[in-house]
């Protein structure tokens, strides 16, 4: 599998971090990890297949996680690049997903559900199952966030599991759930005395870490209060496992 990051930064503008989006390759197809307003060009900016794109999750509503949907699909519509498409493109995320995007589009006539292929969404249940791609099973945890909010597990025969938390506070459910992931995405907002507790911060993210065992963990979804911070050697004191820190345009293949 190969994880490029398009947007490791929040709903705050940020110089270098784009708002939320990872780029996923698989055996089975590509799938998009939520779609941020920033994230349509992000896929141009760094290349990647965007007019094929397999599926998009979309983990919960907030804008830094959705912003960028109805814009795609309002320019997937226009595109050259998608004339000859005949493949349907999936959106999997949680109940309501369906309204949303549907009164973005009645709104003003967008039409975009009128492609030369087929945008086929399905609502995804929390604690539920369901194939994401062909032959790759998608598991979801509901997480301590929106109401909606929800974790995703990847995982077909010859892997081991992909585990993207999106935004999440701490909960017991989190560990378990992310246990011996080939790569764990986790969000890390803030580095110390956050002030919420939908987010995590570096000592939770790092017991996570501890309790799920995770090949690699990547930390994504960092506010600027990690600009000039070294993340990578504070989650070292508290994990010895591989840490790496998102930046936009890293790839990893794993
Ligand atoms: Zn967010
Ligand atoms: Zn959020």
């Given amino acids: 599998m190969k994880l490029t990051i398009l947007g490791s930064g929040?709903?705050?503008?940020?110089?270098?971090?784009?708002?939320?989006?990872?780029?996923?390759?698989?055996?089975a197809g590509t799938i998009l990890l939520d779609i941020s307003g920033d994230a349509p060009h992000r896929?141009?900016?760094?290349s990647l297949d965007w007019p094929n794109l397999d599926a998009i999750w979309i983990s919960h509503f907030h804008l830094d996680h959705i912003?960028?949907?109805?814009?795609?699909?309002?320019?997937l519509r226009w595109a050259p690049q998608t004339q000859s498409r005949t493949k349907a493109l999936r959106i999997f995320g949680p109940e309501g997903l369906?309204?949303?995007?549907?009164?973005?589009?009645?709104?003003n006539n967008y039409k975009l559900f009128e492609q030369r292929f087929a945008i086929e969404i399905a609502e995804v249940a929390p604690n539920a199952g369901f194939e994401i791609l062909p032959g790759v099973n998608a598991e979801t945890l509901k997480t301590l966030?929106?109401?909606?909010?929800?974790?995703?597990?990847?995982?077909?025969?010859?892997?081991?599991?992909?585990?993207?938390?999106?935004?999440?506070g701490l909960s017991e459910d989190l560990a378990p759930f992310a246990k011996d992931a080939r790569l764990l995405l986790m969000e890390c907002s803030f580095r110390r005395?956050?002030?919420?507790?939908?987010?995590?911060?570096?000592?939770?993210?790092?017991?996570?870490?501890?309790?799920?065992?995770?090949?690699?963990?990547?930390?994504?979804?960092?506010y600027s209060e990690w600009d000039h911070i070294d993340l990578v050697a504070e989650a070292r004191a508290l994990w010895t496992g591989e840490t790496i820190e998102a930046k936009d345009g890293l790839t990893l293949e794993f």
């Fill in 10 to 27: 929040t709903s705050v503008p940020h110089p270098e971090r784009a708002s939320s989006a990872h780029w996923l390759e698989t055996s």
């Fill in 67 to 75: 912003g960028g949907l109805a814009p795609f699909l309002f320019g």
């Fill in 193 to 222: 005395n956050k002030s919420v507790q939908k987010h995590l911060e570096l000592a939770d993210a790092m017991r996570v870490a501890r309790e799920s065992a995770p090949e690699k963990l990547v930390l994504t979804h960092l």
């Fill in 43 to 46: 896929m141009a900016q760094e």
């Fill in 98 to 107: 369906r309204y949303i995007v549907e009164t973005i589009n009645d709104s």
């Fill in 145 to 168: 966030h929106t109401k909606e909010s929800l974790a995703l597990r990847l995982k077909d025969e010859d892997w081991k599991p992909f585990v993207y938390t999106s935004d999440t």
